[in-house]
């Protein structure tokens, strides 16, 4: 084997080890549910969001696909996990599995329907699909409750031993459980030659063709790993909340996770935990310390990380770190 | 017409218009294996009309084109890669945000296929980036590895171009002006790598620089007007008077 050989297998090694800093998100994460247990149902939903949004940087981030439609798969599985409780089937592992299947189906559907259009094209008709589902649980009001949504979607206990308790421990533990799972996947995912093949649509999808990569099936393979990755969020929103309403389906869920991605910094991974993390807590405080005005708040610092902050919350940690051993 | 049964690329009285404009005119174009063949013309002959239609990203309204015999007209690069067609672009189009090991990882693993896997490191897939590095060395890119594209001199990235093309070992290739923008003093690394491709690859060759194709071409296809003026050996093309006209005349002015 030759030197360059060597370095390049060295190189490419070294950007796909893990590195002991990754560690400390999942230290965070079993630090708050020791010390914050009190604030169980906070982390619970900040361990949803950041599920939901690792699904979406896949898309997004790494691939590029531009999409507005991403809460239909959040909320196609949430609404079948609650389908499946009301519908005698209690056991969270069929509502996991249901609500994984659908969220799944409805985006190969979908993209094999839109993936060969971009930009605004693309974000438009996402944006169509989302609406229509969100019409569609709205008016069938004998299985979604419309507009009322569904109450008490109460599963029954994981393995039949761990019941959903009032402090909301088992549930904790299931989305952190689920969480690390969807992350080893997306992380197998980003480091791998396909991981890399959609660094190279988003770049150039062009060039992509030119070399001879099915660039719609690698589109449509993502966007269905993704759509699969947002029906877990759902269903555990679903099972967690005790509730599926009809903001699962809307375009605000969409944009949040989109502002949560942006925030944290986008095509990393990390940067989606980070990001909905941040924000997930920031607007808890924030509605703690004025319930009217917190969006203002939420707002103003989207507005600052954008403009100071290119790539995100991560990308300003690496400049900082970059200047800090520049004078070091 | 006699045609050799062992053409690697062939243009049939390939025609094409947009409304009244014909940008294509009953173009005849064999190359066979091993070919050195060069198509020159002025600024709108219709020379990128030409590799467009080859490569499928435009369609002739009639004529037909062949790869070792098989019709491929229309047909885009995902169905004629693997059957061993492959260009460079005039402009340069890579991926400018990724090191240049990981552009020529793209190619070489679409392939073989590689990029197909999702669950495997990329890094674990040696064969991969062994034939990259098997690559870069043949190019003269060792030392530019691990660079961003976009930071190299435009020179070296048209390296990479090229280097994109061979990573899926064509048995056709089409070099649309290789040496566009390069500074003169920049070429002879890239023409040294293009004098040292396999003797059987089939390589036409689009460009206005003469010295280049003079270099290079064992036969040159003229086009004017979107149709062939002449089709000859180098020294007859350069003394041809016609060709000289419409052609030479003006690029040595």
């Known amino acids: ?328 | 017409m006699n045609v050799k049964p062992s053409m690697a690329l062939s243009v049939r009285s390939v025609s094409r218009r947009f409304g009244a404009l014909v940008v294509a005119q009953d173009i005849n174009i064999d190359l066979p294996e091993g070919a050195r063949h060069a198509l020159i013309g002025p600024n709108g002959a219709g020379k990128t009309t030409l590799v467009n239609m080859i490569t499928g990203a435009l369609r002739p309204d009639s004529g037909s084109i062949e790869l070792f015999g098989e019709d491929i007209t229309g047909r885009r690069p995902r169905s004629t890669a693997p059957l061993g067609l492959a260009r460079t672009f005039q402009i340069t189009n890579l991926f400018v945000r990724l090191t240049v090991w990981e552009n020529l990882a793209l190619a070489v693993a679409t392939r073989s296929g590689a990029d197909r896997s999702l669950f495997v490191r990329a890094s674990r897939q040696h064969v991969v980036l062994d034939e990259v590095a098997a690559l870069l060395e043949r190019v003269g890119l060792a030392a530019d590895a691990t660079r961003l594209v976009g930071e190299l001199p435009y020179g070296r990235q048209r390296l990479v171009e090229l280097a994109m093309a061979l990573a899926l070992k064509p048995r056709v290739l089409l070099l649309d002006e290789p040496a566009a923008g390069v500074p003169s003093l920049e070429t002879g690394q890239l023409l040294d790598v293009i004098d040292a491709l396999p003797e059987s690859m089939a390589i036409l060759m689009i460009d206005h620089d003469m010295d280049l194709v003079f270099r290079f071409a064992r036969r040159i296809t003229v086009l004017v007007g979107g149709g062939v003026l002449a089709e000859d050996t180098p020294d007859n093309i350069r003394s041809d008077p016609r060709v000289r006209d419409v052609y030479l005349g003006r690029a040595r002015s």
């Open chain 1, 1 to 328: 084997m030759t030197p360059l050989a060597q370095r390049l297998r060295d190189e490419a090694a070294a950007g796909s080890r893990w590195r002991i800093i990754e560690v400390l998100p999942w230290l965070i994460f079993i630090a708050f549910y020791l010390f914050f247990e009190s604030r169980l149902a906070l982390g619970n939903a900040v361990l949803v969001m950041v599920l939901f949004t690792i699904s979406l940087d896949l898309v997004m981030g790494y691939a590029g696909v531009a999409t507005l439609g991403h809460a239909l798969f959040f909320g196609l599985g949430a609404y079948t996990a609650g389908v499946l409780v009301a519908s005698g089937l209690p056991d969270p592992a069929i509502g996991l599995l249901g609500g994984i299947a659908v969220a799944a189906l409805a985006a190969v559907l979908t993209g094999l329907l839109l993936l060969h259009l971009q930009g605004n094209t693309l974000l438009m008709l996402t944006l169509a699909f989302l609406m229509l589902a969100h019409e569609v649980a709205n008016k069938w009001t004998s299985v979604t409750g419309g507009d009322d949504g569904m109450h008490s979607v109460s599963p029954g206990p994981w393995f039949g031993v761990f019941e959903f308790d009032l402090q909301g421990h088992t549930r904790y533990w299931y989305a952190l459980v689920l969480l690390f799972v969807v992350f080893l996947i997306a992380r197998m995912i980003a480091h791998s030659q396909f991981g890399l093949a959609l660094k190279g649509i988003r770049e150039n999808p062009a060039r992509m063709h030119a070399i001879g990569v099915p660039v719609r099936r690698h589109l449509v393979m993502i966007y269905t790993i993704a759509g699969a990755m947002a029906g877990v969020a759902g269903v555990l929103s679903a099972h967690s909340n005790g509730f599926v309403g009809l903001e699962t389906l809307s375009i605000a869920l969409s944009a949040n996770c989109l502002v949560m991605l942006v925030l944290g910094g986008w095509g990393r991974l990390y940067g989606a935990v980070v990001g909905a993390t941040v924000y997930v807590v920031m607007q808890h405080l924030a509605s703690n310390w004025n319930p009217s005005h917190w969006m203002f708040i939420v707002g103003a610092s989207m507005i600052l990380v954008v403009r100071f902050g290119k790539g995100g919350l991560l990308g300003l940690l690496d400049r900082l770190v970059a200047r800090f051993r520049g004078q070091g």
